[in-house]
């Protein structure tokens, strides 16, 4: 059965064993395995992948239903689950398997997926969809903590928190509690506290400067490089990054060869992309000549080797080539 995330807690501790939580908001979902449904199950709780199980079948099985004198109520927390494992937990109603809670977490699900149509209509089942954050759920979120704490903040610091935190729930609690750690004694922060303590939404993600150069957006990619601190480790992050994105453009150039629909390219692509991630890769695709990109990765493989031989002017070497890489924009700075 469906039911939504904030009404997960008027289900008592013995009335559902099999919960599916899936969506793109993976900060809610581990703030409310963490907030509500650990402190239920505080003994033996186990947490794997599902290729894990997969891989051995037969082992999770018998962790189930092989039980000793000794055994207490086991939960289980499974990661990254797909149809695959859709049988497994038919088994285990059908078995009616006892003292487990199982709870399945998986990014976003397809209409069509069996997992999905399984849980909505089986009654001893529960699935809650966890949808991205808006502003306002996330403003709800930042001024409900320093309420709680008791801490003396401005909206505009909110807003910061919100902005510099890509509108990401994970991100936004890394920040709340370096906030925490240093409002501890004074319980008051201003707008210039904030903006040293609090980090760029970028560097939480080198994704974001790759993605925007290769978009040949130079007003963002320049923000991000005026607002970065890079070092020579990271720096060669980034290359690598560049690389791994620019090697799936190939691929993604030569399967649009064969097959003009785009969007069933970028659909059957693996590694998969996600659903927000595919109008950046379009924009990519369309800027990008097959020819650029080839260029772009012997560019990129001679690269690391110059950083790792240059690394006092680490950051010069890879500034100019991001910035070369934006001549042919059409964007102004």
């Given at each position: 059965?469906?039911?939504?995330?904030?009404?997960?807690?008027?289900?008592?501790?013995?009335?559902?064993?099999?919960?599916l939580?899936?969506?793109?908001?993976?900060?809610?979902?581990?703030?409310?395995?963490?907030?509500?449904?650990?402190?239920?199950?505080s003994?033996?709780i186990?947490?794997?992948?599902e290729?894990?199980?997969?891989?051995?079948?037969?082992?999770?099985?018998?962790?189930?239903?092989?039980?000793?004198?000794?055994?207490?109520?086991?939960?289980?927390?499974?990661?990254?689950?797909?149809?695959?494992?859709?049988?497994?937990?038919?088994?285990?109603?059908?078995?009616?398997?006892?003292?487990?809670?199982?709870?399945?977490?998986?990014?976003?699900?397809?209409?069509?997926?069996?997992?999905?149509?399984?849980f909505?209509?089986?009654?001893?089942?529960?699935?809650?969809?966890?949808?991205?954050?808006?502003?306002?759920?996330?403003?709800?979120?930042?001024?409900?903590?320093?309420?709680?704490?008791?801490?003396?903040?401005?909206?505009?610091?909110?807003?910061?928190?919100?902005?510099?935190?890509?509108?990401?729930?994970?991100?936004?609690?890394?920040?709340?509690?370096?906030?925490?750690?240093?409002?501890?004694?004074?319980?008051?922060?201003?707008?210039?506290?904030?903006?040293?303590?609090?980090?760029?939404?970028?560097?939480?993600?080198?994704?974001?400067?790759?993605?925007?150069?290769?978009?040949?957006?130079?007003?963002?990619?320049?923000?991000?490089?005026?607002?970065?601190?890079?070092?020579?480790?990271?720096?060669?992050?980034?290359?690598?990054?560049?690389?791994?994105?620019?090697?799936?453009?190939?691929?993604?150039?030569?399967?649009?060869?064969?097959?003009?629909?785009i969007?069933?390219?970028?659909?059957?692509?693996?590694?998969?992309?996600?659903?927000?991630?595919?109008?950046?890769?379009?924009?990519?695709?369309?800027?990008?000549?097959?020819?650029?990109?080839?260029?772009?990765?012997?560019?990129?493989?001679?690269?690391?080797?110059?950083?790792?031989?240059?690394?006092?002017?680490?950051d010069?070497?890879?500034?100019?080539?991001?910035?070369?890489?934006?001549?042919?924009?059409?964007?102004?700075?």
């Amino acid at each position: 059965m469906q039911i939504k995330y904030h009404e997960l807690k008027k289900f008592k501790k013995e009335d559902i064993d099999y919960y599916l939580l899936y969506g793109q908001n993976v900060g809610l979902i581990e703030e409310t395995i963490n907030n509500f449904f650990k402190p239920l199950f505080s003994k033996n709780i186990i947490s794997c992948d599902e290729i894990e199980i997969l891989n051995d079948v037969s082992k999770f099985e018998n962790s189930i239903f092989n039980k000793s004198f000794f055994d207490n109520e086991k939960f289980f927390i499974i990661n990254r689950v797909s149809d695959k494992i859709l049988g497994i937990v038919q088994k285990l109603i059908n078995n009616k398997a006892q003292d487990i809670k199982i709870i399945l977490k998986a990014g976003a699900l397809d209409k069509k997926s069996k997992l999905r149509g399984f849980f909505e209509k089986e009654k001893t089942t529960v699935i809650t969809a966890f949808y991205e954050d808006n502003y306002q759920s996330l403003l709800l979120m930042v001024q409900k903590f320093f309420r709680e704490k008791k801490i003396s903040i401005s909206n505009e610091i909110i807003n910061l928190i919100i902005e510099r935190s890509k509108g990401d729930r994970i991100n936004i609690n890394s920040e709340l509690e370096k906030i925490l750690s240093y409002a501890e004694k004074t319980n008051k922060i201003n707008l210039e506290d904030a903006l040293k303590i609090t980090n760029l939404a970028e560097n939480y993600s080198i994704t974001e400067l790759v993605d925007q150069n290769l978009s040949k957006n130079k007003k963002k990619t320049v923000n991000i490089l005026n607002e970065n601190n890079l070092n020579t480790e990271e720096n060669v992050v980034i290359l690598r990054t560049f690389l791994n994105k620019l090697k799936r453009l190939k691929n993604l150039k030569v399967n649009l060869e064969k097959n003009k629909n785009i969007e069933q390219v970028l659909t059957s692509s693996k590694p998969p992309i996600f659903w927000k991630d595919k109008e950046i890769v379009k924009q990519q695709l369309s800027i990008l000549s097959f020819a650029e990109i080839k260029y772009l990765i012997r560019k990129v493989n001679n690269l690391e080797l110059e950083i790792k031989k240059n690394n006092q002017i680490s950051d010069q070497i890879l500034n100019n080539f991001i910035l070369e890489n934006l001549i042919s924009a059409n964007n102004t700075i």
